[in-house]
């Protein structure tokens, strides 16, 4: 999180005049000839950044704390996945750029994977129970490592970032607000645990709304990557769609003891996960009809769409597995037509 507000910090140490602005983001496309660099920015919109012969480029090393170290480069330099800040003036098509500071795309993925481990080390995770927006708290029900049980949240000054369908990726979150928060979503708050470890002063705050449904295959549309089923519970259609990042595994027959036996078991829903997160990725190649999944997405309002972050094929076998003998009581709760043992947790990926 903090990679994506480092060039601008550093950028606002050597501002120039007012009526000027800025845009930052992600390079996605160059054409070198017209000298003109499209940035996916931080609301996921592209935006065309138009150099001249007078523009000045800057490259700035990870971790660098001013623009004293930054080094002067050609635009040609400029590639696909560096991150960009640009000062200049912005008309209705374009942003014609004075000054370019370029964060290379190796740089990125170092402070990437450097920000990850802080939210590794200083974050939880967990599903809102409740919000007052009165004091800026947040009610978790906190998941993954950290001891099960609700913890308060305090986001009063943090920074909020949001999920949407567009993309999966953690960086890729759009800037956000409390109140766009509701309960129900999963987030993800790096911070520190107060000495009693009953509260949090979060930082920053990532939050996404996602569901977890079981649902038939009906039809798979390779070429599209697109998926229509059948939910489990109410038997209603609904598409899934796919991006290059979902992930899609299927549950081998050899497997399928271990899961059923962990999710009738209370308190083993981690273990669950970790299973399933460690087999092998298939293709959707792999994917029939009639195949019973389990979809772990982001939901759309109208509740007929769903883009999938991880899908789950063979979850029909551990069903089976889970059912009671003859004569005995139903133990399992379903939860849209799955174990709860199949809620995953998806932030961050």
Not at 97 to 125: C, F, N, P, Q, Y
Not at 150 to 173: K, N, V
Request: with cysteine.
């Amino acid at each position: 999180m903090k990679s994506l507000l480092l060039i601008a910090a550093l950028f606002s140490l050597a501002q120039t005049p007012n009526q000027l602005s800025s845009v930052v983001g992600t390079v996605v496309g160059i054409e070198k000839t017209s000298k003109t660099v499209t940035i996916k920015n931080d609301q996921n919109a592209s935006v065309s950044i138009k150099a001249s012969d007078t523009t000045v480029c800057l490259r700035v090393p990870a971790g660098a704390q001013s623009l004293e170290q930054a080094t002067p480069i050609q635009f040609d330099e400029i590639a696909a996945g560096d991150r960009v800040l640009s000062r200049g003036t912005k008309n209705e098509n374009d942003f014609s750029a004075l000054r370019i500071v370029v964060l290379s795309k190796d740089d990125v993925a170092k402070r990437r994977e450097k920000d990850l481990e802080l939210w590794r080390t200083r974050g939880i995770a967990g599903v809102v129970k409740a919000l007052n927006p009165e004091t800026s708290e947040i009610s978790v029900e906190v998941r993954g490592s950290a001891p099960a049980g609700t913890l308060a949240i305090s986001a009063s000054g943090s920074q909020f970032r949001r999920y949407t369908p567009a993309s999966i990726h953690f960086e890729d979150a759009t800037q956000s607000k409390f109140t766009e928060i509701t309960v129900g979503d999963q987030i993800r708050a790096l911070g520190d645990k107060s000495a009693d470890g009953k509260s949090f002063k979060a930082e920053a705050i990532v939050s996404g709304s996602f569901k977890t449904i079981g649902a038939t295959l009906t039809a798979v549309d390779l070429q599209k990557g697109e998926i229509l089923a059948t939910t489990l519970d109410q038997k209603k259609p609904i598409q899934i769609v796919t991006l290059k990042e979902s992930s899609v595994r299927r549950i081998p027959a050899t497997l399928v003891p271990t899961i059923a036996q962990k999710a009738r078991a209370p308190g083993q829903t981690g273990e669950v996960q970790q299973l399933i997160d460690a087999l092998p990725a298939v293709a959707l190649t792999d994917l029939k009809v009639g195949d019973v999944v389990s979809i772990t997405g982001i939901r759309e309002q109208d509740d007929i769409r769903i883009t999938a972050i991880k899908l789950v094929a063979g979850i029909d076998a551990v069903l089976r597995a889970m059912a009671p003998a003859p004569g005995r009581p139903q133990t399992v709760r379903l939860s849209a037509g799955l174990p709860n043992a199949f809620d995953f947790s998806v932030i961050p990926n």
